[in-house]
């Protein structure tokens, strides 16, 4: 594992006691029944009742193990060793059958011989990797012939944008900050946690990597994935800026007469 990812891990390792600890997660309500997906992803996935579903970079499984909670036989995957252990603490808690390895993204092949009807990965997931080619590789070559991949991830062109530059609601303004075009040099980032901002945390440092749609898109067809859509949504499943008003669809949105961008993609893909 290069530098990059022993630091990056590093960070998760310690930041998984803080998340679950955090409103952010919420993990008492989740004990309670309450499903950690978004409506995005379950409707466009659709009943994956009886369905073996793959969940790459899943941190500590709340939404491998909400999944599982609707039928399917899920495996969840992180390279954090102390996220799949908390995840297979909250599974054996809850009685959720579910299976979680611990394995860099990268180095799965050599740690999974498998493949699964549901290929599944979500927000806050592919930016932390280097090699966006290579993740599609890999992630197609866990599709099962007819099987499916999805993703719903925050847009690229959002994370072109500061999320922190003002804690002032009131300022209705975006700040370019990153580039959109993926370069080899990561992004170093020191901002305290997004989960708890007044966690205090030792292994602050992260990196992490633009990748534009196009990148994306084209990591999957070289995978050998067919494209079935593509979609874009002007909301976001989190206050990504301070100025986001939450509405009753549960989402974040860009005040009225003010100009948006897409803050949510989603692509659902087939293995033919």
Sequence with gaps: MDEHRTVNRAHWDEATDVHIASDFYDVASFRAGTSRLHGIER???????GKTLLHLQCH?????????????DVTGVDFSERAITEARALAAELDIPARFL???????PSNLDEQFDIVFT???AIYWLEDIKRWGEIAASYVKQGGTFYIAEFHPV???FDTVFSEDPAVKDYERKYTYFHTDEPIRDESSDYADPNA??????????????SDIL??????????EYFHEFDFSTIRQFPFLEQREDGYWH?????YDMPMIFSIKARKA
């Design 102 to 108: 611990v394995s860099d993204l990268y180095e799965l």
């Design 200 to 213: 205090p945390m030792k292994n602050v440092l992260t990196f992490s990597w633009s990748h534009s749609m």
């Design 254 to 258: 860009v005040p009225d007469g003010m």
């Design 122 to 124: 979500s927000y806050g």
């Design 60 to 72: 500590f499984g709340l939404d491998t193990l909400s999944w599982a909670r609707l039928g399917a």
């Design 158 to 160: 959002g994370f072109m």
């Design 218 to 227: 084209n990591a999957l067809i070289a995978g050998g994935l067919q494209i």
């Design 43 to 49: 409707a466009e996935l659709g009943d994956v009742s």
